[in-house]
């Protein structure tokens, strides 16, 4: 069982604050909250003690509060060390869910919070990054035999669990939530468009119109975030590599180019590839003064910031999540959140609307892996076409929008071959 002293908040005296924003965005959450009242009634996760390493916002606060009321035993941790809402944290503490996670806590308190959560013995991991499973995998493995399986929220984690499974080391299964049609195309897009705009913004209060945007990595995140800078009346500039994604960004209507080129001309760069030192010290070195630098993607390694730091004569924080570097040649860049993803760490994420699919997919997913324990692979599997199609029709529905379905004549047509002209 939970001890209640199994956790670590910046200040439990927050809570009241923490459980009114929790509340506000159930509001916005109407297909977690139909899952919710069934959990309530069928207790799918009777008993099952749960390890979450997410970013503890208030969605996963209504994440973790769905799957304690499906009868789970459920321990959070956070996935980010900048994204943590501190009222949050000590609200989920007050409703008996033990939060480790302090907003800018440091590397080694970080792990500290992961491995208190995996201390909780999971049978269900979920993570975001896939920290806690590596963390698992490495240094506890000798929990690993109580483990059913888990899920993984983000592209970073996917990628990474992918290699491990490649490598053979992955040594449970694992659904990779991020690749539900109703996650990447809403919350990686329309989320991350949307609440990057906002992270810069509430960090910076620049005025977007005029300005020219450099979008590093055209995915998902970067389509979104394209597509709302221009929207604010933006010049956008795209960087990719992959040449599909970079010939989609030219016929969306915006530039393309190297990113050595478009360093010379951006106001604003903006990483979201999950990859590294995208920005890196060349790029640095031709940048206008003044330029704006900010991350989005899940780690704090898409701008080079040893570079930066290489490069730069002094540092000074200007606003919160705002440092200006004064390098050598006397121009200023100013590095946004640390290189952290800006989304959570200047503002609050991504809106509830769009974390009901995504953390909808979470919580069936956890379900089918209770369902099934014992029947699934040390694998990473997609979720379950019957949940993502699930989890549209029941957004759709709760936004009071019927749509029409195929007729028995058309579904036999669309599954022959016999008929041409
Ligand atoms: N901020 C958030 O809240 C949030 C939300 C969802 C995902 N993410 C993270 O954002 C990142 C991107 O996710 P996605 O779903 O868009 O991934 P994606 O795979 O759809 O897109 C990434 C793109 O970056 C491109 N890329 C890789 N290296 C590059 C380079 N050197 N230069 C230019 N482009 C490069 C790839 O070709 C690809 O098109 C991941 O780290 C993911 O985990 C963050």
Same mark, same amino acid.
């Given at each position: ?77 956070? /996935? ?82 992918? /290699? ?258």
């Amino acid at each position: 069982m939970i001890s209640t002293k199994n956790y670590d908040i910046k200040d439990p005296t927050l809570a009241s604050a923490g459980k009114l924003r929790i509340e506000w965005a159930y509001r916005e959450m109407p297909v977690v909250k139909l899952i919710r009242q069934r959990f309530s009634t069928e207790k799918p996760l009777k008993g099952v003690r749960i390890s979450a390493c997410l970013h503890v916002t208030t969605e996963t606060a209504n994440l973790a509060l769905t799957l304690k009321e499906g009868g789970a035993d459920v321990i959070v941790c956070a /996935s980010n060390p900048l994204s943590t809402q501190d009222d949050v944290a000590a609200a989920l503490v007050e409703y008996g869910i033990p939060a480790n996670a302090i907003k800018g806590e440091d590397e080694k308190t970080y792990y500290k919070h992961i491995n208190t959560a995996l201390a909780h013995e999971p049978q269900l991991t979920v993570d975001d990054g896939a920290d806690l499973v590596t963390t698992l995998h490495t240094k506890r493995s000798d929990l690993i035999s109580n483990v059913i399986g888990g899920t993984e929220e983000t592209t970073t984690g996917v990628i990474r669990l992918r /290699s491990m499974e490649k490598a053979g080391k992955l040594r449970y299964p694992l659904i990779a939530v991020n690749d539900a049609q109703t996650k990447y195309l809403f919350d990686n897009r329309y989320g991350t468009g949307q609440s990057t705009i906002d992270g810069v913004t509430r960090a910076t209060n620049i005025l977007w119109a005029g300005k020219k945007v450099v979008v590093c990595g055209y995915g998902w995140c970067g389509h979104g975030i394209a597509l709302r800078a221009k929207g604010l009346g933006s010049q956008v500039i795209i960087a990719e590599v992959e040449p599909v994604r970079a010939l989609e960004a030219v016929m969306d209507g915006y530039q393309v180019m190297p990113l050595l080129e478009a360093a010379r001309v951006g106001d604003i760069f903006i990483t979201s590839t999950g990859d590294k030192s995208i920005i890196d010290k060349a790029h640095l070195q031709v940048m206008k003064d003044g330029a704006i630098l900010a991350n989005s993607g899940h780690f704090n390694v898409e701008i080079n910031i040893p570079a930066l730091e290489s490069l730069a004569d002094s540092k000074r924080r200007v606003r919160p999540f705002v440092d200006e570097y004064t390098l050598s040649d006397g121009r200023h860049l100013y590095l946004l959140g640390e290189g952290r993803l800006i989304n959570l760490a200047a503002a609050e994420g991504h809106p509830a609307s769009v974390m009901d699919m995504s953390f909808a997919n979470q919580a069936l997913c956890l379900e089918y892996m209770v369902k099934n324990s014992g029947r699934l692979k040390p694998k990473v599997y997609s979720v379950p076409e019957e949940i993502d199609k699930q989890v549209a029709r029941l957004k759709l529905s709760s936004m009071g929008i019927n749509i029409d379905s195929l007729s028995p004549e058309q579904k036999e047509y669309l599954t022959s071959w016999e008929q041409g002209t």
